[in-house]
């Protein structure tokens, strides 16, 4: 069951711009070509395989390079859990006093 917190933050993250999401935020990136395919880069699966930020980064950007001539259009695939986690406590935070 998905924690009451992590669906307001689903919420929330659905009307936000994401063209500038740091890697750790991100589940995977859906990109879509043509002739209806796609790649899928599993940012998560490269973070478990122990890669920083800037590695994954790298391995983003070469291969958003090489499918660069076959691209439609990407998508961001965020990853609510870790993003409520880091931003949460903050908020509980600013906000106990109101």
């Known amino acids: 069951m998905i924690p009451d917190y992590i669906k307001k933050w689903e919420h ?3 009307d936000v711009e994401k063209s ?3 890697v750790q935020f991100i589940r995977k990136i859906v990109v879509r070509m043509v002739g209806k395919k796609q790649h ?7 973070m478990k395989q122990g890669l920083d930020p800037e590695e994954i980064e790298e391995v ?39």
Not at 64 to 70: A, F, G, I, V
Not at 77 to 91: D, F, R, Y
């Open 12 to 14: 929330i993250l659905e």
């Open 20 to 22: 500038n999401v740091p």
């Open 40 to 46: 899928t880069i599993n940012i998560q699966a490269l």
């Open 60 to 98: 983003i950007t070469r291969k958003l390079h090489e499918l660069d001539p076959l691209i439609t259009s990407f998508e961001f695939v965020l990853n609510v859990e870790s993003i409520a986690e880091t931003v949460q406590p903050t908020t509980d935070d600013l906000l106990k006093n109101l």
